[in-house]
């Protein structure tokens, strides 16, 4: 009897045994690591060693992949802040972290890893002020002013500096945490020209100021934009070349005087219309100037403007062979007209009105 009985003992002691042993296999399989960001590395940042924090469900050895790395290299169970080694200027969109560990039995192993990639963030030097923005541009209509620039690298937000007088700096009104790069500036007042500078921003400060940029809002201009350090608009109505000149002259300015080929081709391509221009021979017949007079210091270039004239690539000023031709004794005025020509027109005569193109000095 008790034979049987021990018999009977090692038995139920083999199954239990047996249980517990598959039972443990079937819990082992279904080991795994994962890990998981906590908290993300604030970008951009002037930190060179930021703290990382990551969770994981094991323990492991740590290995790092793309452009970071670390001396931490154990991961304990839970939420594990690690201090990445000096990184130097830039952005970093790489950096990846794998805990791995090996878990062993008598008869098997099984190696364990789970992986993540650090969130994008940026690195930047806060001893280097930050560049000014590139292409400042404004246009202006309806008592509204619309400005974009291009944006700046590492620039969390800009500072908008404007006034009515040229000369505009960062002791000039500011408007302040811009977070694109344009904004439209509203309910100004018509009659008068506004001057701006952008500049970018962040923890460090506000960078370097960019060019100035320009509009003017009048009741005779329909539109007005920046090019090459100056405002150029747009009148509103036709009128005489006279009158044009009198109202341009009347806000400071003169009609448009095409100093360079490109300048001619901007203001034909941004406006599209035939247009008075500054050239006129109103004094003596044939010899031409413009309005303000200007003589720049170009070799002849701007001033080159009569019959014939040429811009420096060879192509021509005027509407080749045709113009300026003094129609009926009375042509004393310059138009810009279709692929940016010249043609000579009656200044004063009511029934011959065009657009105006008023410029303005910045």
């Known amino acids: 009897m008790k034979n049987y009985l021990l018999y009977y003992l090692l038995i139920t002691l ?3 045994v047996n249980s517990c042993s598959e039972g443990f296999k079937e819990e082992y399989l279904k080991i795994s690591i994962v890990i998981k960001e906590v908290t993300a590395i604030t970008t951009p940042t002037t930190d060179t060693t930021p703290d990382y924090t990551f969770s994981s469900t094991e ?14 290299t154990i991961a304990t169970t839970g939420n594990n802040t690690i201090t990445l080694n000096t990184l130097s200027v830039g952005t970093y969109a790489d950096c990846t972290i794998t805990v791995s560990k090996t878990i062993s039995t008598e008869n098997s192993e099984k190696k364990l890893s789970g992986s993540l990639t650090i969130t994008s963030f940026t690195v930047f030097d806060n001893t280097t002020t930050l560049s000014a923005p590139d292409n400042l541009s404004a246009s202006g209509a309806n008592n509204t002013i619309i400005l974009t620039w291009n944006s700046v690298s590492g620039a969390t937000s800009y500072t908008l500096y404007w006034g009515n007088v040229s000369g505009i700096d960062n002791s000039d009104t500011p408007i302040t945490s811009i977070t694109n790069d344009n904004y439209t500036h509203s309910s100004l007042d018509n009659g008068s020209i506004y001057y701006y500078k952008v500049a ?5 400060g506000t960078g370097t100021l960019s060019s100035v940029a320009g509009a003017i809002l009048a009741q005779n201009i329909q539109a007005s934009k920046t090019f090459n350090g100056h405002i150029y608009a747009l009148t509103s109505a036709t009128m005489t070349w006279s009158t044009a000149a009198a109202a341009v002259s009347s806000l400071g300015g003169y009609l448009a005087t095409l100093n360079t080929k490109a300048e001619n081709v901007w203001i034909w391509n941004q406006f599209e219309t035939p247009v008075w221009i500054g050239a006129n021979d109103r004094a003596t017949e044939g010899t031409w100037v413009w309005d303000n007079g200007t003589t720049s ?3 002849g270039i701007s001033d080159n403007i009569s019959a014939g004239a040429r811009w420096p690539d060879g192509t021509v000023k005027w509407n080749t062979g045709i113009e300026p031709n003094n129609g009926g004794g009375q042509e004393d005025c310059a138009l810009i007209r279709d692929g940016g020509v010249w043609n000579d027109f009656r200044c004063n ?6 657009y105006g193109i008023f410029e303005f000095d910045l």
């Open 297 to 299: 210091d170009d070799g």
């Open 59 to 72: 323990s492991g050895a740590i290995t790092y992949g793309g452009s970071c790395s670390s001396s931490t």
């Open 200 to 204: 970018a921003v962040n923890s460090s």
């Open 349 to 354: 005569n009511n029934s011959y009105k065009l």
């Open 14 to 16: 083999s199954i239990i």
